[in-house]
């Protein structure tokens, strides 16, 4: 009897077979044309003609280049937006892949003449950097360079600032900081009340899990954290009678707001209460 | 699955890595996602990440690293969540020695398994469904995920187990 069961189970589902929207044949055709798309944007082939005169285009172009280069006024690409409790993947024009994480705000700008990469951010943001010419992230409270890595930069407000380094190296120029900070592959930081702290394993998981809503963090203050969930969704935090210094460690499901208040508050002793029209958290130790 | 390389990464090269894996790769985005068309959208950008960086690739990994690109690109712009796997059941009823009833239990029977499945754990759900589905050897979806045979054998049992009591409890 047993036996026939398992039969039947093995019998069953090695009939089985996945549904196909599409054929393997167009697939590889879809495939094909992707990557001519991909080729025709990175190489054109000229004839003589078209060289000759694309040679004498391309001096004018050099020179415009050059002007525009120098006198270059910074012009930035409008507003690359992400929802509340949403992620977004956005690709840059060299295809480096930004992944905003909620309520966060992306703007680029690229240097014609040195081919440098600037992106501004608001919020929440895991890049991953094209190899090229430097790649500079500036957020409020200062910026990071980079060559081709993967990084997570989490800089809703100037007060707490969190930076992990998947892949590769990046540089931290921070206004509370006069000399660079170098972060390597597998570290990461918190930088809170105008100083450094604590240096922390990266997670490759964990980084993207966060696009997810899904936060881990070791001993966290609890006034950075608080804020932290309080602008993710857009929100002001105000602490009444809370300790701030205390410290957090754990994981804080952040898809959506009060999931993640009532772990914390839970976790710590708090109460809080949320005013819609003001915008605003108010946190105070949990009455007795 | 053989693999035969060429001596240059180019188109040819890409041909057989699309024909060798593209069926296993597919069908494993499905066992992630419970979705064709997310499958089949992912897959492609798959095999395009693979053309970009197929300088690189060394071909003994070629196999591994697709699946764990696979992985990723599905893990950073999807959700974990209970799935509702719903497969194509290639049997024929057109056998007139089987009774209506005998049809009607084995359709039941069907929508019972096909639910039992898509509630297996995650890792184990991929494993089996490799094994019994694309017919791939222990020691194939080993070297895929880079688990041991070992791990391959007792998620297949644990599977199997847990298919048996989910369905007996539910008859």
Redesign the interface.
Known sequence: M?QD??K???A???????????S?DQ??A??NQ??EQ?ENHKTRKFSKTSLVIGSIAAVFVFLFILYTGMFNTGKYSPDIKSEVASSK?YYLPDSSVV?LNSNSTIKYHYNNFTGERNVVLEGEALFEVREGRRFIVEFEGGKAKVLGTVFNVSAYSGNFMQFDCVEGRIELNLDVQRKRIRVSEGDGLYVSNEQISQLHDVNV?SI?ER??GLYHWEKIRIDNLLSFISRRFGYSADFGSIDPSRKFSGKVDLTDMNTGLNIVSYAMGIDYSVSDEEKMITFNAKSQ | MPFMVGTKKGKDWFKGVFDNYYEYVRNYLFYLSGDIEIAEDIVQDVFMKVWEIRDTIKDETIKPLLFRIARNLFYNTHKRKVLDLRFVNNYDHKNENESPEYVLEMKEFDAKLQKAISNLPEHCRRIFLMSRIDEMKYHEIADSLKVSVKAVEKQISKALKLLRENIDYKV
Do not use: G, Q, V
Request: aromatic fraction near 16%; charged fraction near 30%.
């Open positions: 047993e069961r398992i039947n189970i093995d069953f589902t090695c009939r089985y077979s996945t549904p196909a929207r599409r393997k697939a590889w879809m495939l992707k990557i991909a993947k992944y998981d993207y696009l997810n």
